[in-house]
């Protein structure tokens, strides 16, 4: 692949041995979560969730964090593995992760008011490029940082679209923030609302990467009041979440209209590749819908990106699937590519979250996501190794 | 494959020559759906969805189905399609289908009251088993008929589940009843709800194979404002809905408790397989249900069967391999099963759902879930006939 002399240009220019963690590739994680101090603060001061809330559990003061209303189990324990850059570096370590690209976790600032929400966003956004650019160099690669960043927009309730325009083009003074992670609300009516033309516009122009990460999965009342923890919400809602997102996108012609834009898919696109050719038949099949796009929606799948956080290699073998077939699915036709199918593909872990229930060296969840990429069927030795990490340097403009 | 000698075995007694239909593979739909005309009828006298109205189409007065409150573009169009049974086989002649298994479509009873549902599950049953009763011997097969049928129960709020499990037992009087179809509510609280261990009890005793079929969908709001016709809630909503009833199914031990029960998703399982990783790691994640299952989740996935409604190849194979793999997830451990893979799968159409907008001779809908076994990975050309027709024979009982 045409990468490769690139990157041993680069590791060769650099001066020094490559240090055994770069000896096959490097591992770059797209999926990896802070809340930033002040961000936990603010979550500290409200009194509704999302908030941080000290709970007596068992006799014990502890900090929860509680997502959504009427969270099962009294929310989730948070530490400093929330918000300390310590505790980032050192989970790195154990898992010979040498950059990871670090993204303020869910539910960003749609609970806030439009004021609040600008002014929160504009000093995350330098907190943020300033937890990076005091990260140490990477090893192997001494043109880079450990750590980089996502942004975050003010995508809350009535935000004039213009002000959110004028934070994509302030992202650029931080040279840190790679990219901008958002939810799926946009300011209120969805990602797929004509009020934000001008957004991807502008997101398109910048080349930053957008994440679009679930936060509010679906009406929970579909997954019973049986006590199942948080697996249903969790396993189920936020794909879910994603699936409608993205398809929302597609059938609205953002992707005609904006080709360019660089989407990345949180937990491989949800159920996205999975329903690709039923929502392609019932786009085909549907007289409101059926001549609306330039292409069939399968052809669209092939215009994002995906982390490789799903458990599993038979469904990373299928997000590969669908970013390989899509130009088959043009409107002027095509073949399957097997380079791009694995191009698109980024490795993540999802930190700090999956935390495994007993005191291990190593996190299960990361393993599990890491032996999915190693056992993927249809991506040769190389494309693994993309897969891993030069890819995502790539992609965030780390390596050209 | 075992099954290989035994269909000749059982074409060769019949003593004829096999038909050119049959000379590859028999075709046997599994997902097929009716109206019957008693159930229309209760529709028609229906004021709120779901109903049949008459309605004023541009100065025409056409017959609607509205199948939930503010559907939109005023319902679908429905005809004798829905509900003659000589529309059914010219549809089955015209694309080479041998036998269908055919189920009254949703919304089945959830919307009567305890005692009409008992009496119109009844009232149905055996006008399911006279449809099939009337069909032709089946080309090729002269000891099956064309039709095959799923019966239904009385599965509404309110209704004692004695009464279900005695419509289970009455279905055995009914020979060419195979099966029930149910939608995923069970009596209110969705098929998880420990009130129906009997039932489940029953039918596992019975043989009778279990179709689940969505109808609810998610939450609507989740779509948004934009007129994306029926594309959101077809193509993505069906879908979340089984895929949340089989995880709630799995999550609540009832496949631990009747590991035989026969349990068919519609639409390839929907999510279920893409998601199955993500499921079986969020349940290892979660205190709460770590140690409630047997086994790791992804084992329970090799108990069920899917139709090959997938409309795509990849998404087909996805559905293969859960099932191939399923084992490897087993407490005791085991390994991929290639012949197992493709015996859980079963061809299906989805008719009369899905029309081509325009007036063909072949239906899109049908060879795209045609191509869809013909493309898979992972599958030989015995398993993909096993897909076509030979699974379904078993399973319903029609070949030993």
Known sequence: MSSAPLFEFITAIAGEAVSSAFEDAPLVDVHTHVYLPRYADALRARKDAPRIASLDIGGRTEERLLIL???????????PQYWDREEKLKFMRRHNI???????????????????????????????????????????????R???????????????????????????????????????????????????????????????????????????????PRDNGHVLPLALGFPFETTIAASRLILAGVLDRYPDLKLLLAHSGGALPALSSRLASCVAHDPIVSTRLKHDARFYLGKLYYDAVAYGPDELSLAAAVVGRAHKYSESGGSYDAEKASRQLLFGTDHPFFPPLEETQRWRSVDENLAAIQ??????????????????LRLFDLIS
């Open 146 to 224: 450990t750590l980089y960043g996502f942004g975050v927009l003010p995508l809350a309730p009535q935000v004039p679209v213009s002000a959110i325009v004028d934070a994509v083009r302030t992202l650029k003074n931080l040279p840190n923030v790679r990219g901008v992670i958002m939810g799926t609300r946009g300011v209120g009516a969805g990602l797929d609302d004509n009020t934000l033309e001008p957004l991807w516009e502008a997101i398109q122009a910048s080349g930053l990467v957008v994440f679009i990460h679930p936060h509010y999965g679906v009406d929970s009342t579909a997954f019973g």
């Open 375 to 392: 056992e993927a069927q249809g991506l040769g030795v190389t494309a693994k190794d993309e897969v891993r990490g030069r890819n995502a």
């Open 69 to 79: 209303d009427g969270e099962p189990a009294a929310g989730r324990p948070v530490g």
């Open 98 to 144: 040498d950059v990871s690209i670090v993204s303020l976790a869910n539910p960003w600032l749609d609970f806030l008011s439009p004021d609040e929400a600008i002014r929160l966003a504009n000093d995350l956004n330098v907190d943020m490029d300033a937890y990076c650019a005091g990260s140490p160099i990477a090893d192997g690669l001494p043109s880079l």
